[in-house]
């Protein structure tokens, strides 16, 4: 079955500091990828996708995250933090082989310190 | 503006009743979806629609019901067989329904009381 591992439950940073929340999945086939991010009592919005082609994928909000295949992940980096980075963070996924739909992973809450 | 609407906000409602929620978009998206989220478990799907007057089950769809008579209307009803129908509840939608970037309303919260 697919799946979806997102190791990190929470993570605090400093304000300023570098940020990479991880996400591994478990697929069969060539995943499409996505990372979103939902601030409290809302709905998600997405930072970045990746379908094919570069593997370093840029998004909003100054975010990018790598697709690596040969470790079944797709982790997301931000350079620099800012105190509006704080949220939960979602990585979701899914394939052709999977239909129409997609899979998420539990979330990692980012707490920003000042 | 295009969007996807849910409503309401704020749900109350008792035990052993059934409640509908609302999603509506304008985006002009065939797919729809409808998602439970509970504290630690991400977005479980409960149905999803591809096509008006058809729709498949998702990983948990026991104790739900909805329809899709309409293209830019999901609602979702949470009946009382529904044994802990208390979480927040996302609608989605994709343009064509394949693995596209899924658009996401606002969300209802659901307390039973």
């Known amino acids: 079955a697919q799946s979806v591992t997102q190791p990190d439950i929470h993570i605090t940073v400093s304000e300023g500091a570098s940020l990479e929340l991880r996400c591994n999945y478990s697929y069969g086939a060539t995943p499409y990828l996505f990372w979103y991010v939902q601030s409290p009592g809302q709905g998600l919005q997405l930072l970045l996708k990746?379908?094919?082609?570069?593997?370093l994928v840029q998004g909003i909000k100054g975010f990018e995250a790598e697709f690596k295949r040969s470790q079944s992940s797709f982790n997301l980096r931000k350079p620099s933090v800012h105190w509006s980075d704080a949220a939960e963070y979602f990585c979701a996924v899914g394939s052709v082989e999977y239909g129409n739909k997609l899979v998420f992973g539990a979330g990692t809450i980012l707490r920003v310190k000042s | 503006d295009g969007g996807i609407t849910q409503s309401p906000k704020y749900l109350f409602r008792k035990e052993g009743q059934n409640v509908t929620l609302s999603c509506e978009q304008n985006l002009n998206h065939d797919a729809m979806y409808w998602y439970r989220q509970d504290p630690g478990q991400g977005l479980r799907l409960i149905y999803y629609?591809?096509?008006?007057?058809?729709?498949q089950k998702g990983d948990i769809a026991e104790g739900y019901s909805v329809s899709r008579e309409k293209k830019e209307s999901f609602p979702l009803t949470v009946t009382s067989a529904q044994k802990n129908p208390t979480a927040f509840y996302l609608c989605a939608s994709t343009p064509r329904g394949g693995s596209d970037e899924q658009f996401f309303g606002p969300g209802t919260r659901l307390t039973v009381l």
């Open positions: 990746y379908f094919s082609g570069d593997t």
């Open positions: 629609s591809q096509i008006v007057n058809d729709f």
